[in-house]
């Protein structure tokens, strides 16, 4: 279970995250929408440790991963798949795969486990191995991309607009992934710009907006919420909200 109270972070220019309050049930799939600059991947980013909260607390089965560096929130288990493509495009595809094996590289039995896992789950790994990421598409990236953060079998996965530029097809396969993941027991937290998708495939919804969380939900809860409706999936624009949804909703349950 990870669980985010009261956390407040920035980037030196005042805080972005005004007291976020977060809950993700274990093997759940919780999707958080809002306009771009609410704090989306900011909330990500103090996840894994890439940025300090200035106060809050992050929890994770009893650990305090506020107090934790990048190195050991991925030791403890949580991965994060970037917003920006984060392959390295003159490495080969097995190459940048085997880099998120980079915690387990001693040990040349499981790394060797881990990459047979990964290439099964993710054909691509194997089909293209000696090819350099940068020949691959934007929806073969993003697998590889997933590939990488797997060879860690993580507990929780981070995605960050894991649509972004992609066509249906890659879609339809980065969700097809998703699914595998949360029934393989994996928690998974993205954040998605295509509102419809991301409701769609998760089992839990948040709204951000202005560093803070207006509106939590089981996905049902969120993709029906009359506002949420209005701005996101009829014909408002998910950049310009006329209004915030009400601050309080239902709160995340466990499925
Ligand atoms: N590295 C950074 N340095 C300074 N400010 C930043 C940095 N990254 C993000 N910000 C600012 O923090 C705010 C929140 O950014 P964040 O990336 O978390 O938003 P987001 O909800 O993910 O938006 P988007 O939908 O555009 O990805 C924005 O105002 C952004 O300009
Ligand atoms: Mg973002």
Request: charged fraction near 20%.
């Amino acid at each position: 279970m990870l669980n985010l109270s009261g956390v407040v972070a920035g980037y030196g220019g005042g805080n972005v995250l005004q007291g976020v309050d977060l809950h993700c049930a274990d093997a759940t799939i919780t999707c958080i929408v809002g306009p771009n600059g609410a704090g989306k991947s900011t909330v990500l980013r103090v996840i894994s440790g890439l940025l300090r909260p200035s106060s809050g607390e992050i929890v994770m089965d009893g650990h305090e991963v506020h107090r934790m560096g990048p190195d050991e929130v991925l030791r403890r288990g949580i991965t994060q798949v970037p917003q920006s493509h984060a392959l390295f495009p003159s490495m080969s595809v097995e190459e940048n795969v085997l880099m998120g094996g980079y915690l387990i590289r001693r040990d040349r039995k499981l790394l060797a486990e881990r990459l047979d896992q990964v290439r099964t789950r993710i054909p691509i790994v194997a089909d293209r191995s000696h090819d350099n990421a940068g020949n691959l598409s934007g929806g073969q990236r993003r697998m590889v991309e997933i590939a990488r953060c797997l060879m860690l079998d993580p507990k929780v996965m981070l995605l960050d607009e894991p649509s972004l530029g992609l066509d249906p097809r890659s879609l339809a396969g980065v969700a097809d992934l998703v699914h595998e993941l949360h029934e393989a027991g994996t928690t998974v937290l993205l954040v998605e710009q295509n509102v419809r998708l991301g409701l769609g495939l998760a089992t839990h919804g948040v709204v951000m907006e202005g560093g803070r969380v207006r509106l939590t939900g089981t996905a049902a809860e969120v993709r029906d919420h009359p506002e949420i409706a209005a701005l996101y999936l009829g014909g408002g624009t998910p950049s310009a909200p006329a209004s915030a949804p009400a601050p309080t909703q239902p709160s995340v349950t466990t499925p």
